[in-house]
């Protein structure tokens, strides 16, 4: 029998905090794992969070359940059995993270919990990185034979092209300490500090001249924007590839993907 999906990502929540608009994400399993539902009411948080004239700066704090290592399942990969979901997957994975950089408003976000693949590569979207002592990050794809071409070029933007070998070929969990050596993160707080880190992050941010932050900020994300757009029909090749009916048989143990 194929093993059962893990729960998706709930619905984000919301609320603000001194002019900041926290939205809370958080996995019941340590997969992080989303869906298109997941996807779009997150952009829709993000963008009202941006138009609301009485927030000043943006926080996400990605949360998991479990601390334990992640399980050899890739839940995302179970979900596609066409090259047209393939395509609509990265295509909806690139739009969110489209989403994060274009935001006039400071962004910053917090990991409390292990932050794995897309979540992962979602904070790296933010202006600014926060994580907990106790969190990590893990980019795992390639042990579960899927590949990382998103994870390649966002890795390679903002780092080196060995830390980008060593983060993706090495596929090992990144604690916090080492995150903020690889400059993944800016600072690691005490896991009870999170919450009021990240407000306080946030604040500092918005204290800059308005028009002078966003400036700036356009200049920046545009860069990495324009290599995610320019790798999308290069990733959609290489998943739909990798995530062919015969090898996802052929990893799962399944003759039909879409009845797992």
Same mark, same amino acid.
């Given at each position: 029998?194929?093993?059962?999906?893990?729960?998706?990502?709930?619905?984000?929540?919301?609320?603000?905090?001194?002019?900041?608009?926290?939205?809370?994400?958080?996995?019941?399993?340590?997969?992080? *794992?989303?869906?298109?539902?997941?996807?779009?009411?997150? @952009? !829709?948080?993000?963008?009202? !969070?941006?138009?609301?004239?009485?927030?000043?700066?943006?926080?996400?704090?990605?949360?998991?359940?479990?601390?334990?290592? &992640?399980?050899?399942?890739?839940? =995302?990969?179970?979900? $596609? #059995?066409?090259?047209?979901?393939?395509? $609509?997957?990265?295509?909806?994975?690139?739009?969110?993270?489209?989403?994060?950089?274009? $935001?006039? @408003?400071?962004? +910053? !976000?917090?990991?409390?919990?292990?932050?794995?693949?897309?979540?992962?590569?979602?904070?790296?979207?933010?202006?600014?990185?926060?994580?907990?002592?106790?969190? #990590?990050?893990?980019? &795992?794809?390639?042990?579960?034979?899927?590949?990382?071409?998103?994870? +390649?070029?966002?890795?390679?933007?903002?780092?080196?092209?060995?830390?980008?070998?060593?983060?993706?070929?090495?596929?090992?969990?990144?604690? %916090?300490?080492?995150?903020? *050596?690889?400059?993944?993160?800016? =600072?690691?707080?005490?896991?009870? %500090?999170?919450?009021? *880190?990240?407000?306080?992050? !946030?604040?500092?941010?918005? %204290?800059?001249?308005?028009?002078?932050?966003?400036?700036?900020?356009?200049?920046?994300?545009?860069?990495?924007?324009?290599?995610?757009?320019?790798?999308?029909? +290069?990733?959609?090749? %290489?998943?739909?590839?990798?995530?062919?009916?015969?090898?996802?048989?052929?990893?799962?143990?399944?003759?039909?993907? #879409?009845?797992?």
């Amino acid at each position: 029998m194929p093993e059962p999906l893990p729960k998706p990502m709930p619905a984000p929540i919301e609320f603000d905090r001194a002019g900041v608009r926290v939205i809370q994400i958080a996995s019941e399993s340590q997969h992080n *794992s989303f869906t298109p539902a997941f996807e779009a009411a997150l @952009k !829709a948080a993000l963008r009202r !969070a941006d138009a609301d004239e009485q927030v000043r700066a943006i926080a996400l704090c990605i949360g998991s359940a479990q601390q334990q290592e &992640p399980a050899e399942l890739c839940p =995302e990969t179970l979900r $596609l #059995s066409s090259a047209a979901q393939v395509d $609509l997957w990265v295509d909806g994975i690139t739009d969110l993270y489209a989403t994060v950089l274009r $935001l006039n @408003k400071p962004s +910053v !976000a917090a990991i409390d919990g292990i932050a794995t693949g897309m979540s992962f590569q979602l904070a790296m979207m933010f202006d600014w990185r926060l994580m907990a002592e106790s969190a #990590s990050f893990r980019l &795992p794809g390639l042990n579960h034979g899927v590949g990382s071409p998103v994870g +390649v070029t966002i890795l390679r933007e903002l780092g080196t092209f060995n830390l980008m070998r060593e983060i993706v070929y090495g596929g090992s969990q990144i604690p %916090a300490a080492r995150a903020q *050596s690889y400059g993944l993160v800016n =600072e690691v707080v005490e896991a009870s %500090a999170v919450l009021n *880190s990240t407000i306080g992050a !946030a604040h500092r941010l918005a %204290a800059y001249p308005e028009t002078a932050f966003q400036k700036t900020k356009r200049v920046a994300n545009q860069l990495l924007l324009d290599k995610l757009v320019k790798a999308a029909p +290069v990733s959609k090749e %290489a998943h739909r590839n990798i995530f062919s009916v015969r090898n996802l048989s052929d990893f799962f143990g399944s003759t039909d993907a #879409s009845a797992v």
